[in-house]
C-alpha cells in the first residue's frame, strides 16, 4: 500500500470521529513507516500503536525464489551484522501490514534477523481489502499449508544468505499466524517457537489436512502458545486438549508451555487494535524473548 493511500485509508477507517481526533489520525499516520495498516482491521487504536524505529537497522522489502514464485517478505536486522540469530514471523489474517513489520523491528532491535513473507500472496493482495469475511473467503480459505510450509522454508534460506544462522532460527505467529507456528515446528528447522492466539483444532480439508491438535505429538521444536481466557473463537477446552496431546508427545512437545491470560480477548498483542491489552501483551513479549533464549535462537 502506498503511503498517499494509506493517508486516504486512515481517514475511512476512523468513521464518526470529530475534529478533535485530527491529533489521533496524524498519529496514525506518524506510526505507519511505509507498509500501513489493513483496511479490514478497522477500527484502529492510533494512539496505543507502538512505533519501533529503524535506526540502526536493514529494513525493507525482499523477495526470494520458491518453485518459480517471487515471494514478498519485510526483513529487519541489525545493520551490517552477519551470524544473527534468524526469526520468521508469520502474519496475522490482515498480511504483512505495519503491525508485522514493527514486530520485525521490534526483534531487530535485540538482535534478530526477522522476516515476515506475504503467506498468501499467490492468492490475493490483503491490503484490498476492507472487510475480514470477505478476505478469508477470497484469499485465506485458498491458502494452502503445504505452500506456507514451503514458503517459510525458503525464508530460512533467504535468512541464512543473507545475514543469519540458520542453526539458530525461531518462529513466532499471531492469529492465523499461530496456527501455522505450530505446524511450522513440526515440520521446518526451527529451535523453538511462540504461536500468540493460534487456532488448534479444526476440520480438516484438502488444503489444511491437520491442525496443531494433530500435530502436537510430533514436534521438533518445543512451542510455547499465549492464549486468552476471553477468546470467543478459541475454546478453551481446545486449550485442555492440547495440553494433553503435548504431554502424550515427543520431548519437544513435553517441553512446550501453554499460557492462558486472564479475561484477554483474542488479539490482545496487536497494540493498534481494541483488542489490545497492555498486560497480557507485555508479558507475553518477555516471555517469547526468554523462550529464544532458553531454547538457543538467541
Excluded at 475534529?19 to 478497522?42: D, F, K, N, P
Excluded at 495440553?243 to 493498534?272: I, M, N
Excluded at 516471555?287 to 538467541?298: D, E, M, N, P, S
Amino acid at each position: 500500500m502506498l503511503q498517499g493511500d494509506f493517508q486516504s485509508d486512515v481517514h475511512a477507517l476512523l468513521p464518526g470521529r470529530s475534529t478533535e481526533a485530527g491529533s489521533t489520525r496524524r498519529t496514525a499516520l506518524q506510526v505507519a513507516l511505509g507498509l500501513g495498516y489493513a483496511a479490514a482491521a478497522a477500527p484502529l487504536m492510533a494512539q496505543t500503536a507502538i512505533a519501533t524505529p529503524a535506526q540502526g537497522l536493514d529494513v525493507g522489502m525482499v523477495s526470494y525464489d520458491v518453485g518459480g514464485f517471487q515471494v514478498p517478505a519485510y526483513r529487519a536486522a541489525p545493520a551490517g551484522q552477519t551470524g544473527l540469530p534468524v526469526v520468521l514471523v508469520v502474519q496475522e489474517i490482515f498480511g504483512v501490514h505495519e503491525y508485522i513489520a514493527d514486530i520485525c523491528r521490534r526483534l531487530a532491535q535485540v538482535g534478530y534477523l526477522a522476516i515476515a513473507p506475504q503467506l498468501y500472496a499467490r492468492q490475493g493482495d490483503p491490503a484490498r481489502y476492507t472487510d475480514i469475511a470477505t478476505l478469508m473467503s477470497e484469499v485465506v480459505a485458498k491458502v494452502p499449508d503445504a505452500q506456507v510450509m514451503a514458503d517459510l522454508d525458503g525464508a530460512v534460506q533467504w535468512a541464512s544468505a543473507h545475514g543469519g544462522d540458520p542453526t539458530r532460527v525461531g518462529i513466532t505467529g499471531f492469529c492465523w499466524g499461530g496456527r501455522a507456528t505450530w505446524l511450522y515446528a513440526a515440520h521446518g528447522p526451527v529451535k523453538a517457537g511462540v504461536a500468540w492466539y493460534g487456532r488448534l483444532a479444526g476440520q480438516p480439508s484438502p488444503l489444511t489436512p491437520k491442525h496443531p491438535l494433530d500435530i502436537a505429538p510430533i514436534l521438533k521444536a518445543p512451542v510455547l502458545g499465549l492464549y486468552g481466557e476471553k477468546d470467543t473463537g478459541i475454546p478453551l477446552d481446545t486449550v485442555d486438549k492440547m495440553k494433553k496431546a503435548l504431554a502424550d508427545g515427543s520431548g519437544a512437545a513435553k517441553a512446550s508451555e501453554l499460557v492462558v491470560y486472564p479475561d484477554a480477548p483474542h488479539a490482545f498483542h496487536a497494540d493498534y487494535r481494541p483488542s489490545f491489552r497492555q498486560g497480557p501483551a507485555e508479558d507475553g513479549w518477555k516471555r517469547t524473548l526468554a523462550w529464544f533464549k532458553k531454547h538457543g535462537v538467541a
